[in-house]
């Protein structure tokens, strides 16, 4: 898992509350267990015709949001089925920050298992960032992770609160097998001892 410690660049605002992982990333992407390539999925629905042809009219389609890094969304993102698929497409798409005022649980676990920060800020915060992000490439949004800040491109400053476990975590790149790796001496010694104190097992 790459690690996350500082991030900026435009933020797309996403003002639409209860995105489901429908939404992110719709079933018929769901036959693959591969995480790469599902970022063409990423919002399809909303983001292409029946044809296939871009929907003008949808925030990531717009030449100002281009290589977006960073997403505003509305209230509870994430809701609905527990797929990592969704996770997945927003990493592969170059999304690597949501920010909202609240996310479904099992999103929320799933972003830091999967590189991506996501960010819960007052309802007042996410006003002031949402007016920020619908700017375009004129407003540039930066993260700092180590410092738990987000801050717009008129030079304000708003705080944010992370768990420490997940923030080290973050940080330093580790997912779940990072973090077993990070005790392999451990475990080697425990396997060794095991093996001259049990030599039947």
Same mark, same amino acid.
């Given at each position: 898992?790459?690690?996350?410690?500082?991030?900026?660049?435009?933020?797309?605002?996403?003002?639409?509350?209860?995105?489901d992982t429908d939404?992110?990333?719709?079933?018929?992407?769901?036959?693959?267990?591969?995480?790469?390539?599902?970022?063409?999925?990423?919002?399809?629905?909303?983001?292409?015709?029946?044809?296939?042809?871009?929907?003008?009219?949808?925030?990531?389609?717009?030449?100002?949001?281009?290589?977006?890094?960073?997403?505003?969304?509305? &209230?509870?993102?994430?809701?609905?089925?527990?797929? &990592?698929?969704?996770?997945?497409?927003?990493?592969?798409?170059?999304?690597?920050? %949501?920010?909202?005022?609240?996310?479904?649980?099992?999103?929320?676990?799933?972003?830091?298992?999967?590189?991506?920060?996501?960010? %819960?800020?007052?309802?007042?915060?996410?006003?002031?960032?949402?007016?920020?992000?619908?700017?375009?490439?004129?407003?540039? %949004?930066?993260?700092?992770l180590e410092a738990?800040?987000?801050?717009?491109?008129?030079?304000?400053?708003?705080?944010?609160?992370?768990?420490?476990?997940?923030?080290?975590?973050?940080?330093n790149g580790l997912?779940?097998?990072?973090?077993?790796?990070?005790?392999?001496?451990?475990?080697?010694?425990?396997?060794?001892?095991?093996?001259?104190?049990?030599?039947?097992?």
């Amino acid at each position: 898992m790459d690690k996350f410690n500082k991030l900026s660049g435009v933020a797309a605002p996403l003002p639409i509350i209860n995105i489901d992982t429908d939404m992110i990333i719709p079933k018929d992407y769901l036959k693959t267990i591969k995480r790469t390539g599902l970022g063409e999925g990423l919002f399809a629905e909303m983001r292409f015709n029946e044809d296939g042809s871009p929907k003008q009219d949808f925030v990531l389609n717009k030449p100002a949001y281009k290589d977006v890094k960073i997403l505003i969304a509305g &209230e509870n993102f994430g809701c609905g089925s527990s797929r &990592e698929h969704a996770p997945w497409a927003l990493v592969d798409y170059g999304i690597r920050c %949501v920010i909202s005022t609240s996310f479904a649980d099992i999103f929320y676990n799933n972003c830091f298992k999967n590189g991506i920060l996501p960010i %819960v800020v007052s309802p007042e915060n996410l006003e002031k960032l949402m007016d920020d992000a619908s700017r375009g490439s004129n407003a540039v %949004v930066s993260i700092d992770l180590e410092a738990q800040e987000i801050k717009g491109p008129d030079g304000g400053t708003i705080g944010f609160d992370i768990d420490p476990h997940r923030k080290h975590c973050m940080l330093n790149g580790l997912d779940d097998i990072g973090l077993t790796l990070e005790k392999a001496s451990s475990i080697d010694a425990y396997e060794s001892k095991a093996a001259t104190n049990r030599p039947w097992a």
